[in-house]
């Protein structure tokens, strides 16, 4: 086994880049793999100086899903049928669902491929941003099973009941002009400006108050699953509660005397 992380985690200027680190193998998910991206995801979401995630892949593919030759070796993730079965007594260690669970705002710069486990990961991402060679490859169904790690959930919120069934079942590749045109991807820029326009956007996410940008992931994401009164009995409880912040007496300041806002997250 390489001693080489499969996951790589730097922070610069309050943004977190986490990039899958197995390039060999355009970023196959290993247990390895998920157990350390769990780890970085953790990492970003507790540190209160992280206002945003970048979430890529290394080398020229962004996941190409489930290792499939380590699992025909019978050393990888799948290889063990008898060994699945109880998962939701771990579930709450699963990268895809601490990453549906961050209030840190993440977003996925989908270069190359993004296949199987790796689409679902895009897919949890809150804003992806792909390039001409991007392409999203629902292969479930010509696999034997289904969207496992999120897809379900996200596909029909994302895209809507019918189209969430013809990517799925269907499993046809889309290429970034297609993701792109049915909102699976946000923007679509050339193959050597992702970085740039990922770090762009993650910049400016960073220079808004974080509190409320934690804030506002969170609610929009309890927003799925409550009902209108309630929800808004908490956003009003919330947004009394960033009245009382430095941030927004920093904000309205900032306003008033026309000048960039300098905000400290407290």
């Known amino acids: 086994m390489s001693n080489e992380p499969e996951v790589l985690s730097e922070t610069q200027e309050q943004i977190t880049t986490i ?18 991206l769990t780890i970085a995801l953790r990492e970003a ?16 593919g962004f996941c190409s899903g ?25 579930i709450e260690n699963l990268p895809t669902v601490v990453l549906q669970e961050l209030d840190v705002p ?27 060679s991007t392409r999203l490859l629902p292969g479930f169904a010509k696999r034997g099973v289904v969207p496992e790690s999120g897809g379900t ?27 792109l045109g049915i909102g699976l991807l946000d923007e679509v820029v050339g193959d050597d400006d992702l970085t740039a326009t990922g770090r762009a956007w993650a910049t400016e ?22 009902e209108f009164r309630p929800h808004s009995t908490k956003v009003l409880d919330e947004t009394m509660r960033l009245f009382g912040t430095s941030d ?19």
């Open 45 to 60: 979401g507790n540190d209160p100086d992280v206002r945003c995630v970048i979430l890529t892949g290394a080398g020229a």
């Open 205 to 226: 996410i960073a220079a808004n108050a974080p509190l409320a940008i934690r804030s506002m992931k969170r609610l929009f994401r309890e927003g799925l699953t409550e």
């Open 66 to 90: 489930l290792d499939i030759k380590d699992t025909l070796a019978g050393t990888g993730i799948g290889s063990d049928p008898s060994a699945v079965g109880d998962s939701g007594a771990e």
């Open 248 to 266: 927004f007496r920093e904000g309205i300041t900032a306003f008033v005397e026309k000048r960039t806002p300098r905000f400290e997250g407290r």
């Open 153 to 179: 959930w996200y596909l029909p919120r994302l895209v809507g009941w019918s189209k969430a069934c013809r990517i799925a079942m269907l499993g046809r590749d889309l290429d970034s002009a297609e993701a």
């Open 106 to 132: 993440v977003i996925g710069v989908i270069n190359g491929a993004a296949a199987g486990y790796g689409l679902d990961l895009a897919l949890g991402c809150d804003m992806r941003i792909g390039s001409t």
């Open 19 to 36: 990039t899958l680190n197995r390039p060999h193998r355009r970023n196959a998910i290993s247990g390895r793999m998920l157990g350390e």
